[in-house]
């Protein structure tokens, strides 16, 4: 079973100057996101370098958020298409945070 969240893979109205979304995060601005709300991005010997990360399908044609977060508890869920591997691996790590129900 796969399901993807509602709005996960929507575009925003605002872009900014240099066309990213307000949502994206650069890899260092995710890095310091998870470092403040306490959060491990874990790392994996995938070809993204994170669990749970993957190259979208077609990435090469639209480079355009290459990266997806896809979670497997308790289905396989997708949470959405991430300009950065680091920012679909907070996207993940917030998302296991919520499930595991740990503050």
């Known amino acids: 079973v796969h ?3 509602p709005g996960s893979h929507a575009p925003t109205a605002a872009q900014a100057s240099d066309g990213r979304s307000p949502n994206d995060l650069s ?3 995710a890095r310091e996101a998870a470092r403040k709300e ?6 994996a010997t995938n070809n993204t370098g994170f669990k749970g990360v993957i ?3 077609g990435y090469k044609r639209t480079p355009a958020r290459p990266f997806v977060a896809v979670v497997h508890v308790p289905v396989r869920t997708t949470l959405g298409r991430f300009e950065t591997a680091e920012h679909a691996a907070l996207a993940c790590a917030r998302y296991y945070k919520t499930f595991s129900g740990v503050p």
């Open 3 to 5: 399901q993807m969240l």
């Open 27 to 29: 890899s260092a601005e």
């Open 38 to 43: 306490g959060l491990e991005l874990v790392t």
């Open 55 to 57: 190259r979208a399908p």
